[in-house]
């Protein structure tokens, strides 16, 4: 699936700000610095609406993220896995919301699914809401937010779940009243 010019724009400029920030890799701080570039787009918005401030987000990845060479890469070109992970997720958003390109909403929405990422982190560390954002995104999505909310119905039913970046926390947890109930808890 292609992306909206928004997204490239967002992308480029997170590749940009890497190389500035003297960064050896593009992570998902980078991409959310680029969505708040990509000036007209729904993700930078949504962002701007929360009063997340580039200065504010660029002061916290100098202060929060180690510079240099200690950063995992996935591929040549120095993309995180993570960053690798909220594209690919961005993918899946956007089918679900019945759209023909991937835009900088999907990708935030991503994002803010993968909260383990470091721009979901760098988002919290400011006290925004992950998921009230998340709700206006698709709010905002208007014809294509409706087709989003039925997937979504849909989704939630196979455990598909927000914050979850393994696509379902079921399989990892024990239900510890049905184990107390059986008298199998120790």
Not at 9 to 17: E, G, N, Q, T, V
Not at 110 to 116: C, E, G, K, Q, Y
Not at 162 to 179: I, N, P, R, V
């Amino acid at each position: 699936m292609n992306h909206t010019l928004q997204l490239k724009k967002a992308l480029d400029y997170a590749k940009r700000i890497s190389k500035r920030l003297e960064h050896n890799y593009i992570g998902t701080e980078h991409l959310l610095l680029g969505f708040m570039h990509a000036y007209e787009s729904l993700a930078a918005r949504i962002l701007d609406d929360e009063g997340v401030d580039e200065d504010h987000v660029m002061q916290l990845i100098r202060d929060l993220i180690a510079p240099g060479n200690s950063i995992a890469v996935m591929e040549r070109d120095g993309f995180t896995p993570k960053r690798m992970q909220v594209l690919s997720r961005a993918g899946e958003e956007a089918a679900a919301a019945g759209a023909d390109k991937i835009g900088t909403e999907h990708a935030l929405m991503a994002m803010l699914r993968i909260s383990d990422c470091a721009g979901a982190r760098l988002l919290s560390s400011m006290d925004v809401n992950l998921q009230k954002m998340f709700n206006q995104i698709v709010a905002s999505m208007g014809a294509d937010g409706e087709v989003y909310r039925e997937e979504m119905a849909r989704r939630s039913r196979r455990g598909y779940g927000f914050g979850d970046s393994s696509g379902s926390l079921e399989q990892y947890t024990k239900d510890m009243t049905a184990l107390a109930a059986e008298g199998r808890l120790d």
